[in-house]
């Protein structure tokens, strides 16, 4: 039983494309990369319209008639993947405030975790870019689940290893399918119209921010404690 006058042990859970780095160019171009090595041109609107979908429906929808087999889906899936491993290797898009928020959330005691529907080879390199790997208390990748969002399995396995209730925790997410996927977990959803999202798209989230710097121990807190935020 939580002590009078005590708050709960709160958590925040990060999405980590388009949250903690501004990942949007660097996924444009490595399709780009893929696509031109198969005799494909993709412009930005194309991406724009695919941008937070699986590989799978990415290049069907880029692809269109060429669309290939599942073997060479996987195939192009790696090789695009690597290029963008290699494109924020050289240039990591650190997103503003990102390390800021961090850095507060891990002094005012919140346990902080990432779920992430991404390879784990490019999570771990965000990580290790971010410099704080000492902060999560749980990392998530695409291959720690079977169902990706808009189902909760990402955010509820990351309370899981957190130990924190779902109640108590809150998601940072720029997509639609991921705030979906925090309200499913039971959970409060803060949408982040970063590269590539506009406030409108995000309108089901308990609080909608631009920025990370507009976020706090204490905003979160309260958003998480009192519910819907402005």
């Known amino acids: 039983m939580m002590a009078l006058g005590t708050d709960p042990q709160l958590a ?3 999405d980590m494309d388009g949250v903690l780095i501004d990942s949007y160019w660097a996924h444009f171009e490595s399709w780009r990369i893929v696509a031109a090595e198969e005799g494909l041109e993709i412009t930005e609107e194309q991406f724009s319209r695919t941008f937070g979908r699986t590989s799978r429906e990415i290049i069907a929808a880029l692809w269109g008639d060429k ?13 695009k993947e690597a290029a963008f491993r290699d494109l ?5 898009p650190i997103m503003p405030g990102a390390t800021e928020l961090l850095d507060a959330l891990h002094r005012e005691g919140f346990r902080v975790a990432i779920g992430s529907s991404g390879p784990p080879e490019n999570v ?3 990580v290790e870019k971010l410099g704080r790997s000492n902060i999560f208390g749980a990392i998530i990748t ?6 990706g969002k808009p189902d909760p399995q990402v955010f509820l396995l990351a309370a899981e ?7 108590w925790c809150a998601v940072v997410e ?3 399918p991921g705030v979906e996927a925090a309200h499913r977990a039971g ?20 609080l909608i921010v631009t920025s990370l710097f507009e976020l706090s121990p204490q905003r979160l807190r309260d958003l998480i404690l009192g519910g819907r935020s402005t």
């Not at 695409?142 to 169902?147: A, E, I, L, M, P």
Request: charged share 35%; glycine share 6%.
């Open 124 to 126: 771990a390199l965000t």
């Open 161 to 167: 290893r957190l130990h924190v209730p779902p109640r």
């Open 12 to 14: 925040v859970i990060f």
């Open 88 to 92: 924020i290797r050289d240039n990591f």
């Open 142 to 147: 695409g291959k720690d689940v079977t169902r």
């Open 67 to 79: 669309t290939p087999g599942e073997e060479r889906i996987r195939e192009l899936d790696e090789r």
């Open 174 to 176: 720029d997509a639609p």
């Open 187 to 206: 959970m409060k959803a803060v949408g982040f119209a970063s590269t590539g999202r506009t406030r409108e798209m995000l309108a089901q989230a308990d």
